[in-house]
């Protein structure tokens, strides 16, 4: 990509005169043109911009800018002045004080200064141009641009507009200009690349942001999911946790249980021996229980059967004391009848004891 700048340091007049005239035959009337005008028109300011042009010669960029400065200040609207120094913030890679200075140029030019004015176009168009490239910064095509970083595009697109437009300005004073129209299609080549460039970035930028946010809302999901995972595993944990507690439980109360019932059957096992011991003792106290009871039965019996013969007899004894009893009581009733019989003569009354 290539760009021109017509940076001569030289009176913009003398070159109005150099372009009528033919150097091969006036050469000696060139020369008193110019140190006539230098004279005549910038007695004060000739040194000063003869001192400014053999700095800028020699590439002593920062020593003509301080020369044409102090001159600035005495005639701030001179655009041949404001050119120069346009020129030389150029060199100095100080784009925007030079545009300021070629546009104040382009102000001040009179009817009859329209080269010099195209120049100004020119020039400030290139101011343009290089301080898009300046915004965009190295390799600014393989540059991954951020959302915030399209600011920066916006301001290189406008810087090319401006560009564009300057261009086209000095096309209109002098449209056979080759150079203005090779940098015109440059320039207009770059704006294109760089609102494609643009839309680019705000689409991948707007994907971005979409599968930023797709990406957020899984993430928000799986650590919703994540979520519910462990708290399910943590309910799982606390379950496997209980039943291992109750597990373990139930064990201890079954070994406690078995070892209870193991104590039991133990116990049981020895009191049935203690039982069958008893038993035994038991069964043999009860044998000489029963054969002592067999032996006082057979007694009782020999007693009893020897017993109803006594009764008898103690019966037969009583039955006939009773009767001796009553013979003797009958033969005195009957002593006591007689008697009474014998002294009243009166029988006894059925009721009346005899006695």
């Keep these: 990509m290539a760009t021109w700048c017509r940076m001569d340091i030289i009176s913009i007049r003398m070159d ?7 150097f091969f035959k006036v050469n000696l009337l ?31 960029y920062d020593k003509a800018k301080e020369i044409l400065e102090k ?68 390799d600014w095509q393989k540059k991954d641009f951020k959302e915030q970083d399209n600011k920066i595009l916006d301001l290189a697109i406008n810087e090319l507009k401006q560009a564009t437009d300057k261009y086209k300005k000095a096309l209109e004073l002098n449209d056979k200009d080759e150079k203005v129209k090779v940098n ?57 946790e209980k039943s291992a507690q109750q597990e373990k439980q139930d064990k201890s109360e079954k070994q406690q249980q078995e070892k209870g019932e193991e104590n039991s059957s133990q116990d049981s096992e020895k009191k049935e021996e203690n039982g069958q011991q008893d038993k035994s ?17 057979n007694s009782q019996e020999k007693q009893q059967a020897g017993q109803p013969e006594k009764q008898d007899s103690i019966k037969e004894k009583g039955m006939k004391v009773l009767l001796d009893d009553l013979a003797k009581d009958e033969s005195k009733l009957q002593k006591s009848l007689i008697w009474q019989q014998s002294k009243g003569g009166k029988m006894l009354d059925s009721k009346q004891k005899p006695w």
């Design 184 to 240: 015109l299609k440059e320039s207009e080549k770059l704006l294109k690349e760089l609102e494609i460039k643009l839309k680019q970035e705000k689409d991948k930028q707007e994907k971005n942001k979409k599968d930023k946010e797709q990406k957020q809302d899984q993430e928000e999901n799986q650590q919703e999911d994540q979520g519910k995972k462990e708290k399910q595993e943590k309910q799982n944990k606390d379950q496997s």
């Design 16 to 22: 109005f005169i150099v372009s009528k005239l033919n």
């Design 281 to 297: 003792d038991g069964d043999q106290t009860q044998k000489e229980e029963q054969d002592m009871g067999n032996h006082d039965n």
């Design 71 to 138: 001159e600035q200040v005495n005639n701030p609207d001179n655009p041949e002045l404001n050119y120069n120094l346009g020129d030389i913030y150029y060199k100095l890679n100080k784009f925007d004080i030079a545009k300021s200075n070629f546009q104040r140029a382009i102000e001040n030019c009179s009817e009859n200064q329209k080269e010099l004015q195209e120049f100004s176009y020119f020039n400030l168009g290139n101011s343009f141009y290089k301080n898009c490239l300046k915004t965009l910064g190295p």
């Design 30 to 60: 060139f020369f008193l043109l110019l140190n006539f005008l230098f004279e005549k028109s910038y007695t004060v300011s000739f040194w000063a911009n003869h001192k400014a042009h053999k700095a800028y010669e020699q590439k002593d």
